[in-house]
């Protein structure tokens, strides 16, 4: 983790504490290898708000606690990759998982159609 080091952003064991102002790219390098040595990232000192985020997973659990077709409502269409949807793999062992793909940024690339209006928190 030497190059890591060399970033000036402060990392242990899949951690990344932000230090503002930061520099982009410092950001992206240091992201890159901690996934790379870890398999995992977690960020801190990131400031959004920590009531934000805990409505936002309430939300999400809410979302995936519903029956299927409340969830289907916003499934993927077509050859789309955006909403809701599941997929597995057999590679070693039988892996199943649900996933809401939404593309949030830029605003005008947003399709509202998928997003779910159940529970009304998650939008």
């Not at 909403?83 to 940024?105: F, P």
Request: aromatic share 10%; net charge neutral; hydrophobic share 45%.
């Amino acid at each position: 983790m030497a190059l890591l080091a060399e970033t000036g952003v402060s990392s242990k064991q899949g951690l990344l504490h932000l230090q503002l102002p930061v520099a982009f790219f410092r950001v992206l390098t240091t992201t890159a290898l901690i996934c790379l040595h870890w398999f995992l990232l977690q960020l801190t000192n990131h400031g959004v708000d920590e009531a934000a985020m805990q409505r936002m997973k309430d939300s999400t659990v809410r979302f995936f606690g519903l029956p299927l077709d409340g969830k289907n409502a916003v499934a993927v269409r077509g050859d789309g990759f955006e909403g809701y949807g599941h997929h597995y793999s057999r590679l070693s062992k039988l892996d199943w998982a649900e996933s809401v793909i939404l593309i949030t940024q830029p605003v005008q690339d947003r399709n509202m159609e998928l997003w779910p209006t159940n529970p009304p928190t998650f939008r």
